[in-house]
Antibody, heavy 122, light 108 residues
Framework: QVQLVESGGGVVQPGRSVRLSCAAS?????????MHWVRQAPGKGLEWVTY????????DYIDSVKGRFTISRDNSRNTLYLQMNSLRVEDTAIYYC??????????????WGQGTLVTVSS | EIVLTQSPGTLSLSPGERATLSCRAS???????LTWYQQKPGQSPSLLIY???SRATGIPDRFSGSGSGTDFTLTISRLEPEDFAVYYC?????????FGQGTKLEIK
């Protein structure tokens, strides 16, 4: 079965960096799917953060993380990454990776990881 | 940026009742680009409805979606105990692919 497993979260001081990973398994065409990161601050709603195209040639970010976060992927390792630099207290959240799929009907996130918590605190 | 506004913020109903959740977009969204997710406490979100009205695999037919343009609706015809959760709409038009703020469906 499809699994997305995030790792790399923890407690980090403001201004420091952390790299999240999302290991995909249970499907053979990881390199054919766009992948996204979505975050959820404690007790709050979902916030879309960033995406990367299936081949890595296109990506975008919400304004609040542009210039600080970088999404990347290694299709040979079936792994998605999120490099988070210059972290702020307001970046504290559970970070989910999600697989995007699109067909002739429409697009959607059909699988989500369990999330990894990043706490930015001094 | 497309802003999605969900209403009500909280909906208090009893099992067996009908639930109607609204998602209003700040600009027109293609019907193929509007999705709904369900999130239960302590769990990741899960896909309910995509392309406005297509149920995801395994979603019972008491869940239905409708709408067009800027107004979209998720309807749960007869609430089961497991349906009490938070529901989010999201669009896949132009980036950023924003979510609504969520509607919490709670037991009355």
């Amino acid at each position: 079965q499809v699994q997305l497993v995030e790792s790399g979260g923890g407690v980090v001081q403001p201004g420091r960096s952390v790299r999240l990973s999302c290991a995909a398994s249970g499907f053979t065409d990881f390199g054919k799917h766009g992948m996204h990161w979505v975050r959820q601050a404690p007790g709050k709603g979902l916030e879309w953060v960033t995406y990367i195209w299936f081949d890595g040639r296109d990506e975008d970010y919400i304004d609040s993380v542009k210039g600080r976060f970088t999404i990347s992927r290694d299709n040979s390792r079936n792994t998605l990454y999120l490099q988070m630099n210059s972290l702020r207290v307001e970046d504290t959240a559970i970070y989910y990776c999600a697989r995007y799929i699109e067909d002739n009907i429409g697009g959607r996130f059909d699988y989500w990881g369990q999330g990894t918590l990043v706490t930015v605190s001094s | 940026e497309i802003v999605l506004t969900q209403s009500p913020g909280t909906l208090s109903l009893s099992p067996g009742e009908r639930a109607t959740l609204s998602c209003r977009a700040s600009q027109s969204v293609s019907s193929r680009n509007l999705t709904w997710y369900q999130q239960k406490p302590g769990q990741s979100p899960s896909l309910l409805i995509y392309a406005t009205s297509s149920r995801a695999t395994g979603i019972p037919d008491r869940f239905s979606g409708s709408g067009s343009g800027t107004d979209f609706t998720l309807t749960i015809s007869r609430l089961e105990p497991e349906d009490f959760a938070v529901y989010y709409c999201q669009h896949f038009g132009n980036s950023p692919f924003t979510f609504g703020q969520g509607t919490k469906l709670e037991i009355k």
